[in-house]
């Protein structure tokens, strides 16, 4: 008989919408991050490393390139007989056919694949949080506590707790109350979108607000669980962990990585991060090459000058070429004689030479700027920018552009450009 | 082929085999052959293995990395193995088939490649067994012409008819009469390869080169199929240092990593390369996993390496997980790996290659 005591369902059908260009084409767990990695490579990392070797993947928006990312599993030892990891896309149905309209709609949709593991627990994560952490102490934890539902939780600053849900324990631990965003916090601890539910509670409360729309687990399960009087715990984390939702956050969590010891270390022999990789061979740094605090993937020919920079696989950047406080991800070639200022540069695009990114003053972006700011320039995947153009601050460039989608060459800061149709 | 060690690669093999060899930051030495296998849609491999192949079989762990390990076929590795009839190492190429003959009687394939795992080369094994149905040979020899100026004395050398059927075959010449060697690549029918084999066991033969294609190379129909592109040979320190730094030559990576096929390898699951403040790396090639906060030059940093401060490492090749202290000189030499290197040590290779075994204790923090 299959028996697992804790298995895993990881969210990752949201389109994270404020990453802007960079999801307009991957969801967000498959996006790049730290050089060689995508997101959903730490939360898949952390199950194998605590033990949970049964993880359901849930996937729903552009799920294409987080399909062949996960394939069968191979990179985080996910490949088993029994268990492993399966994806599990919304799917038709004899009576109703819908997707997956919230968080929990998506796990209550999956009941089938929970119970055929006849687990004790049910793990539930999001694909979008950079951090590593170790399942199982958060699972002693629950059982020690006797709760029905734990709940990870991290303090955050005072000023900030208004952006999280905010947990209110007791001295034990025990959530006594909770509230969504508020105005004025009554306590610094966010919670982190991790719970651990035993599976009887889980399953009764899914089945019991299946007819609710758009089923969440922050709005609907976690107060009718409440209101149910199971106990309900509030589970401590004090590691780094990092929301990548929007750009800056995602840039500044890249540039982390780069200082001398970085807080969150990928350089510790305990608790690996996995991930598929493709490209194998050394990278190789020219004569005129000039590298300086940066971390650099494998395959990538560095022919120019780096500094303060996370440049990916495959990576090509030409001589007389300047890159500097950058994110440039796999498999993108950057011509010669380039300069490269504060930009964040998707997989396979192509700089021709002599390109300026990041150039005069900081505009604000002309219809989005909750997504576009802090100066930084974006460029969406397989994007072409020819010759000699110049791009200003806040701006974006996605597609394939000719020199005739530039007025005098120059793209002003704050603008977007964006063009249907994919490089050859 | 995989059982070798000799002496000529001297400390390098004390702790590994030859195809165990790191090559090119990344590989090892058996990559290349098995890959090409793989590419060449060959799903059954035998891996012959007898001296120090802790290396290897840790390598070998799984056969997942290059495709194998399929439902038809597989992976197999064959270290010597006492039985009821024998209880001896490898005497020679030969032997080791001999003494898994059952594999090769057992199988159903027609035709048998054989390959030496201590070789840096791509190459579509289909295009030499066209070539030798063709030619009707028995044997097919994979040939290269080195040019004039390299020694050819530690390799087979051959002389070919117009035909390219072998006329001569000598092994390890102390005065060659062609430069035209031997890669250690084989085509031969499996029955044939079988017959041969047996006949040599019954003789107490056991070199495949001096005691198969030598002695038969008037009986039996061996072919030449020559290769142009690139091929080395590691076995020895000169040629090691050699094919590493070939690497650093564009057309030479631009040919092993960039164009169809693909070489693979096991994956170790390191992190990307880290340059810290005071990092200047010139003309070399960096793996995942390293560190380096010092001066690299014209050489090849193999993974998990860490260089301190203020070093500077010239024309050298530092094999895997290496610890380098800060204020180090090492020019001319190839760093054994898992070293650890103290700070402000000095090390050049004053003629030649030095080779560096250091094993202080490592403090890990």
Not at chain 1, 155 to 171: C, H, L, Q, S, Y
Request: net charge negative.
């Amino acid at each position: 008989m299959v028996k697992k005591e804790m298995i895993a369902m990881l969210l990752a059908g949201g389109q994270g919408s404020r990453l802007g260009v960079f999801t307009s084409k991957v969801a967000k767990p498959a996006v790049s991050f730290g050089s060689k990695y995508r997101i959903i490579d730490f939360p898949l990392s952390n199950c194998i490393n605590s033990g949970v070797d049964t993880v359901g993947v849930l996937t729903q928006y552009q799920p294409l390139r987080l399909n062949t990312h996960i394939g069968i599993g191979i990179p985080w030892d996910l490949d088993r007989n029994i268990g492993g990891v399966t994806v599990l896309p919304p799917y038709e149905k004899s009576a109703n056919s819908e997707w997956y309209t919230g968080t929990a709609n998506a796990i209550y949709q999956n009941l089938d694949y929970m119970e055929s593991f006849n687990p004790e627990y049910v793990l539930i994560l999001s694909g979008d949080h950079i951090y590593k952490m170790d399942y199982e102490v958060m699972l002693d934890f629950h059982k020690q506590n006797g709760a029905e539902v734990t709940i990870a939780v991290m303090p955050v600053p005072m000023e900030e707790a208004k952006r999280f849900g905010i947990m209110i324990t007791d001295k034990d631990h025990k959530i006594v109350d909770f509230e969504e965003k508020p105005e004025n916090p009554r306590s610094n601890l966010a919670s982190m979108g991790i719970y651990i539910f035993s599976w009887n509670t889980l399953k009764e409360a899914l089945l019991t607000n299946a007819e609710q729309p758009g089923l969440d687990f922050g709005k609907h399960i976690i107060p009718y669980c409440h209101a149910q009087g199971s106990p309900l715990y509030a589970y401590e984390f004090n590691g780094y962990w990092k929301d990548v939702g929007t750009l800056n956050s995602y840039w500044e969590a890249n540039m982390e990585l780069i200082d001398l010891v970085p807080e969150f270390n990928l350089y510790e022999e305990y608790w690996k991060i996995y991930t598929r990789s493709e490209i194998l061979p050394p990278q190789y740094l020219s004569s005129d090459s000039v590298v300086e605090k940066s971390i650099i993937g494998e395959g990538s020919e560095i022919y120019g000058q780096v500094y303060n920079s996370v440049i990916g696989c495959g990576v090509t950047i030409g001589a007389g070429t300047v890159v500097r406080d950058s994110i440039i991800m796999n498999e993108t070639k950057i011509c010669g004689n380039c300069e490269i200022n504060k930009s964040i540069i998707a997989e396979n695009v192509l700089i021709e030479e002599d390109v300026k990114l990041g150039i005069g003053e900081e505009i604000e972006h002309e219809t989005d700027p909750h997504i576009y700011n802090h100066g930084i320039v974006a460029v969406g995947e397989k994007s072409v920018i020819p010759k000699g153009i110049t791009v200003g601050k806040n701006s974006v460039v996605f597609g394939v552009t000719s020199a005739e989608d530039y007025v005098n060459g120059n793209l002003p800061g704050g603008k977007s450009l964006i063009k249907a149709g994919d490089k050859q | 082929m995989a059982g070798g060690n000799n002496r000529r690669i001297k400390e390098l093999t004390q702790k590994r085999a030859v195809c165990a060899m790191p090559i090119a930051g990344s590989y090892r030495s058996i990559d290349f052959a098995l890959s090409n296998m793989s590419n060449s849609h060959i799903n059954k491999v035998a891996v012959f293995t007898q001296y120090n192949a802790g290396s290897l079989n840790e390598h070998l762990s799984s056969s997942k990395w290059w495709d194998f390990g399929r439902k038809q076929g597989g992976l197999f590795v064959f270290t010597p193995a006492v039985t009821a009839e024998s209880s001896v190492w490898y005497r020679g190429t030969a032997d080791a088939i001999a003494q898994n003959l059952a594999f090769l009687k057992n199988s159903h394939e027609p035709y048998v490649v054989i390959s030496s795992g201590d070789c840096v080369y791509k190459l579509d094994y289909n295009k030499v067994l066209e070539y030798h149905i063709e030619k009707k040979a028995d044997i097919t020899v994979v040939c290269k012409d080195m040019a004039p100026d390299v020694n050819v004395d530690r390799f087979g050398t051959i002389k070919m008819n117009e035909e390219c059927r072998i006329e001569e075959f000598e092994e390890k010449p102390v005065v060659a009469k062609s430069n035209t060697i031997s890669c250690g690549i084989y085509v031969v029918r499996r029955r044939q390869l079988i017959e041969m084999i047996e006949k040599c066991a019954e003789e107490d033969r056991y070199d495949f080169v001096k005691d198969i294609l030598i002695r038969y190379k008037s009986m039996k129909r061996i072919y030449g199929y020559k290769i142009k592109e690139y091929w080395s040979n590691i076995a020895s320190v000169d040629d090691y240092y050699k094919t590493n730094m070939d690497f650093l030559n564009p057309e030479i990576r631009n040919y092993f990593f960039r164009q169809y096929p693909d070489i693979y390898s096991k994956v170790d699951d390191l992190p990307p390369a880290k340059y810290n403040m005071g990092a200047s790396v010139r003309n070399s090639l960096i793996s995942s996993g390293c560190i380096v906060n010092g001066k690299v030059e014209d050489s090849v940093i193999f993974k998990k390496t860490f260089i301190g401060s203020n070093c500077y490492i010239k024309n050298s090749i530092i094999l895997n997980d290496v610890y380098i202290g800060d204020n180090t000189h090492i020019e001319n030499c190839i760093v054994e790996s898992r070293g650890t290197i103290r700070a402000n040590s000095y090390h050049k290779g004053e003629n030649g290659i030095e080779i560096v075994v250091e094993h202080n204790d490592r403090y890990v923090i």
